[in-house]
């Protein structure tokens, strides 16, 4: 069975500083991944996504998430954060069996940025 | 634009009342999933569809129905079963096929009288 773990369920951070939310997966075949967004009492934005090809992707809001087959990790940076990036933040891994398309979320990680 | 609508944001119920949740997108989305979110423990799945007229539960079904008698429409109703209904539900749509992300509505935050 496929799961995702986000290794921190907090992450605190000075603004302006780098930061590095991690998530490791586990999947016995190809897998999709993707990062997700939530502000308070919202639902959730896609960040990006993994499908094939080059293992750095980018996106919005200068986030970028690298695919690391071997360590089956997929971990989202971003070089410099804002105050305006405090928000929880969910990996999640796509399943696809039976024509049925379904994603399995890590348990996310609150990102707070202190000025 | 197009997107998700879920209505109402705030709901409350009352002891061994039935409640619906709305959830309309205008995607043009063939599949729509419905989770319910508890602070640290992520989404969990509920219900999901592909197509009109047919539904697979999820991880966490029991105390739950919904319908899918539109393309459009999907709405959930927490019945009097679900004991601990209290939590954010999120709504969410995608295309078929593997690899497609989901697009979530802004949710209805459920809380008991």
């Known amino acids: 069975a496929q799961s995702v773990t986000q290794l921190d369920s907090q992450v605190p951070v000075f603004e302006e500083a780098p930061v590095e939310l991690r998530c490791n997966y586990s999947?016995?075949?190809?897998?999709?991944l993707f990062w997700y967004v939530q502000y308070p009492n919202q639902g959730l934005q896609l960040l990006l996504k993994y499908l094939s090809g080059s293992t750095l992707v980018k996106g919005i809001n200068g986030f970028e998430a690298e695919f690391n087959k071997s360590q089956t990790s997929f971990h989202l940076r971003k070089p410099s954060v804002h105050i305006s990036d405090t928000a929880e933040y969910f990996c999640a891994v796509s399943t696809f069996s039976g024509g049925y398309n379904k994603l399995i979320f890590g348990a996310g990680t609150r990102l707070a940025v202190h000025p | 634009d197009g997107g998700i609508t879920q209505s109402p944001k705030y709901l409350f119920r009352k002891e061994g009342q039935n409640v619906t949740l709305s959830c309309e997108q205008n995607l043009n989305h063939d599949a729509m999933y419905w989770y319910r979110q508890d602070p640290g423990q992520g989404l969990r799945l509920i219900y999901y569809?592909?197509?009109?007229?047919?539904?697979q539960k999820g991880d966490i079904a029991e105390g739950y129905s919904v319908s899918r008698e539109k393309k459009e429409s999907f709405p959930l109703t927490v019945t009097s079963a679900q004991k601990n209904p209290t939590a954010f539900y999120l709504c969410?749509?995608?295309?078929?096929?593997?690899?497609?992300?989901?697009?979530f509505g802004d949710g209805t935050r459920l809380s008991i009288l």
């Open positions: 569809s592909q197509i009109v007229n047919d539904f």
């Open positions: 999947s016995s075949v190809s897998v999709y």
């Open positions: 969410a749509s995608s295309r078929t096929g593997g690899g497609q992300p989901q697009h």
